[in-house]
């Protein structure tokens, strides 16, 4: 079985104004509510692609209880551990008379060492990991060791490791060597303690991360797609231009749409020409919406395969 893990999941609520004023009220023209987070997000875009996987993670309070529910009701399977705190709401405001958006992430419910102690208990009692994407943000109460001890756990139960995780999660991920890490840019530069803007420069950084010890950098670009770098190979997979209405979640279906390559072990070039296709097909929905098969599947021939290899030769 494929699992995510969501440790601080959210409901992302969406709402669309003219203009916000903040001098009277706005008034709010549509809204939408959303299951988010990305472990949350991986999973969505999994079961929307037609890969069963299961979400693991805290819930809590009313939130928690809303969140089971959209989930199910998108067919999405759910472990959750209950927490006694609430889950986190997450508000984004589309000002649709100039495109531009407002982003709150809440920090979502305190943890408790117990309720950690059932997770990692939950963890190590999983009989069937083939795969478990790992990110996001830890909730507050939970120390950032928490990505490595995961990660070590299910390489030693023989699943495939995905960490998309910035900052110091992303750092003590690392340490437990995963198969696969995903950080954008800004992560990537900021993993290396150095700027980053050329290709070249993206991947010398993403071998040296791998000299550390993880199996395979992906490095998401934005609107340039996502590159690769792997033992022997150097790829580049870019996306055509498209309309953007959204740019929440993109990193998550990049990753999702990645996964979805490795269930049905296409190669590395797919996997990840899937995983570009399927952030560019979020980036094309509207609200918190994410990507689902069909709409991955139009944008997979569009998208431009660069071997970075035979470009050096
Ligand atoms: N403007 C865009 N046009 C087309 N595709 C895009 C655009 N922005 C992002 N994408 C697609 O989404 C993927 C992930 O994007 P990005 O690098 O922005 O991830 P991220 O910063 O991790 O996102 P998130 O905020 O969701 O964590 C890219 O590799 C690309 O395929
Ligand atoms: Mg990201």
Redesign the pocket.
Known sequence: MIYTLALNPAIDRTMWVGKMDFRTTTRVRRESRYPGGKGVDVSRVLTAMGISNVALGFVGGFVGEELECRLGYEGVRTDMIKVSGETRTNIIVNETSNGRHLLLTAKGPRVDPYELGTLFRKIENLSDPTMMAVGGSLPRGIHPDTYRRVITIMKRKGAITIL?ADGENLRSGIEACPDYI?P??HEMSELVGRPLSTLDEFIQAAEEVRSWGVGTVLV????D??MLVADGQRYLAS?P??D?VN????????VAGFMYGLANRLDLKDCLIH???A??A??MKHGTARANKDDVMKIVPMIDFKNLMEDEK
């Open positions: 998309d995903k954008n840019r998401s670009l934005g609107p797609g996502m996306p231009k498209v953007v740019s929440v979640g993109l990193g998550d279906s990049a995983g570009t296709a952030g560019t979020t980036a």
